[in-house]
Antibody
Framework: QMQLVQSGAEVKKPGASVKVSCKAS????????IHWVRQAPGQGLEWMGI????????SYAQKFQGRVTMTRDTSTSTVYMELSSLRSEDTAVYYC?????????????WGQGTLVTVSS | QSVLTQPPSVSAAPGQKVTISCSGS????????VSWYQQLPGTAPNLLIY???KRPSGIPDRFSGSKSGTSATLGITGLQTGDEADYYC???????????FGGGTKLTVL
């Protein structure tokens, strides 16, 4: 069974960047896809983008194009999501999730979530 | 606003049945599989239904999913107080090349 363990909560000022990590264990890292989904307080789920750890290709939601970067370190089975030019509306819990294919919302494993608070 | 449309809330008595609707368009529900998630307070969402009507191992058969055209429905029978949660539908959108979700439905078991 795969486990996705994320980095801890962050507090950032408007305009700063945040980098959240997601370390996979328990299964072969490179045969799945890792997506990032966020949830603002009291709000619904929002898909941000996807990374293929096998090769590093990415695809981002149009809303986040130019502000989000997803990378990976295959030696440590870790995927990173960096969001720049933070604003208060980016305050949310950020989840990394696993899928078997690209074009799906079938996410069978979720990280525990990382709360990012943007406040001056 | 969310691409997929769900009712904000539904309620029913213990032991009863409830359905939650999810409406989309030809580019998402109409041409791709639908997933459903249950989110208990303070926890990450948990996959309930995938590929419209399949249940992951460990999900009881009280939970069911169906799809017709550009709409999908989650059904829960034999309601229990432990079913009180937020429920989300999701699908891939081929026009956006992105995952899309409904705004969520809060289930209250009276």
């Amino acid at each position: 069974q795969m486990q996705l363990v994320q980095s801890g909560a962050e507090v950032k000022k408007p305009g700063a960047s945040v980098k959240v990590s997601c370390k996979a264990s328990g299964d072969t890292f490179t045969i799945y896809y890792i997506h990032w989904v966020r949830q603002a307080p009291g709000q619904g789920l929002e898909w941000m983008g996807i990374m293929n750890p096998n090769g590093g290709s990415t695809s981002y939601a149009q809303k986040f194009q130019g502000r989000v970067t997803m990378t990976r370190d295959t030696s440590t089975s870790t995927v990173y999501m960096e969001l720049s030019s933070l604003r208060s509306e980016d305050t949310a819990v950020y989840y990394c999730v696993r899928s078997h294919i690209v074009a799906t919302t079938r996410f069978d494993y979720w990280g525990q979530g990382t709360l990012v608070t943007v406040s001056s | 606003q969310s691409v997929l449309t769900q009712p904000p809330s539904v309620s029913a008595a213990p032991g009863q049945k409830v359905t939650i609707s999810c409406s989309g368009s030809s580019s998402n529900i109409g041409s791709n599989f639908v997933s459903w998630y249950q989110q208990l307070p303070g926890t990450a969402p948990n996959l309930l239904i995938y590929e419209n009507n399949k249940r992951p191992s460990g999900i009881p058969d009280r939970f069911s999913g169906s799809k017709s055209g550009t709409s999908a429905t989650l059904g829960i029978t034999g309601l229990q107080t432990g079913d009180e949660a937020d429920y989300y539908c999701g699908a891939w959108d081929s026009s956006l090349s992105a995952g899309v979700f409904g705004g969520g439905t809060k289930l209250t078991v009276l």
